[in-house]
């Protein structure tokens, strides 16, 4: 779990985790890992605008070196097409 400093890392992941639940990601199922510095997040979003106040709150914790956003957003929803037959519709006038 931990890199070539797993002292520095064990003392990083504190921070970054406790950062994760100020943030409310932790509320949200996220987890972080620390390798050498460097903070791996995964999980899922609820909504795509968690993210960038996430990861900003992220790169904010000192001897962060690196930040890999595996971060999954919500699914899109493609809103459906108006059912056209092709051809055009008569008016009785």
Known sequence: MFGKNPAA??????LVDRRLQQSGGSQLGLKAV???????ITGKLKFDNQRIP??????GV??????VDQV?????IVP??????????????
Do not use: F, H, I, W
């Open 9 to 14: 890392d064990k003392a990083l992941q504190k």
């Open 62 to 67: 000192p001897g962060v070196k690196n930040l």
């Open 72 to 76: 999954q957003g919500p699914p899109k």
């Open 54 to 59: 996430l990861m900003k709150s992220m790169r």
């Open 34 to 40: 620390v390798v050498n510095g460097a903070v791996t």
């Open 80 to 93: 459906k097409r108006p059912e056209q037959n092709g051809a055009p519709k008569v008016v009785d006038g």
